[in-house]
């Protein structure tokens, strides 16, 4: 049983489409998160959504947008996409808001051509 | 804001050498802090984690890492590394503002020669 998991794995897509990968964890979890890996392995936090607050890490274009069905899922919309999306991207879940750690999915490789 | 240094990029070891790898952060308030392992191919996996008490601590796969407040720092340590330890390793701390986002360090890429 997959704790984390995201589709899909892979996604190739031309410059200016919209996408969407989808995230559900099974964990239980009140907050998820959406995190970018670049060609360098370099991560950094994109969204953290919870029922009540989504915080936004100001460096993240409005192409992109988190959207949560419920608990369980958060789904990352990015339209207009570019060649410099082109990454890793990771989606986490953790219980509380606090001393908790993170539970990550296996990553879907976006490749913008 | 915080912000994560890891000093090693690359690490290349021969199997039962012991590792060390740096990790400094800036942080002015109360952190918590992670190393996370990222085997080739696959996803992240905590290896261990501290948020408070005994600052050496101990995970998975015979890892620790000690926490020196003093110097905003938390090395990961290994005794003896193995060929399976090959992985690209991630320092991470969240402060306590800043609920559970993570700040990642840049990294450090462990090859361990058989």
């Known amino acids: 049983d997959t704790a984390v998991s995201q589709t899909p794995k892979y996604l190739v897509t031309q410059m200016g489409n919209d996408k969407s990968i989808k995230c559900e964890q099974n964990?239980?979890?009140?907050?998820m998160y959406w995190y970018k890996q670049d060609s360098k392995k370099f991560l950094k936090i994109m969204f953290s959504?919870?029922?009540?607050?989504?915080?936004i890490n100001e460096t993240v274009p409005n192409r992109f947008s988190p959207k949560s069905p419920d608990k369980a899922h958060l789904n990352l919309h990015i339209n207009s996409l570019e060649l410099g999306d082109s990454a890793v991207y990771f989606c986490?879940?953790?219980?509380?808001?606090?001393?908790?750690?993170?539970?990550f999915g296996q990553g879907t490789r976006l490749t913008v051509v | 804001a915080q912000s994560v240094s890891q000093h090693n990029h690359h690490v290349i070891l021969s199997e039962a050498a012991s590792l060390e790898l740096g990790c400094n952060y800036s942080?002015?308030?109360?952190?918590?802090l992670f190393w996370y392992v990222q085997y080739p191919g696959q996803h992240l996996q905590l290896l261990l984690k501290?948020?408070?008490?005994?600052?050496l601590v101990k995970g998975i796969k015979g890892f620790e890492a000690e926490f020196i407040k003093s110097k905003f720092s938390f090395n990961l340590r290994k005794p003896s590394v193995q060929w399976s330890d090959t992985a690209e390793y991630f320092c991470?701390?969240?402060?306590?503002?800043?609920?559970?986002?993570?700040?990642f360090g840049g990294g450090t890429r462990l090859m361990v020669k058989p």
């Open positions: 986490a879940s953790s219980q509380g808001w606090g001393n908790t750690e993170a539970f």
């Open positions: 964990l239980g979890h009140d907050t």
């Open positions: 959504y919870n029922n009540k607050e989504l915080i």
């Open positions: 942080y002015g308030g109360t952190v918590n």
């Open positions: 501290y948020f408070s008490g005994d600052p």
């Open positions: 991470a701390v969240n402060g306590d503002n800043a609920g559970n986002m993570l700040t």
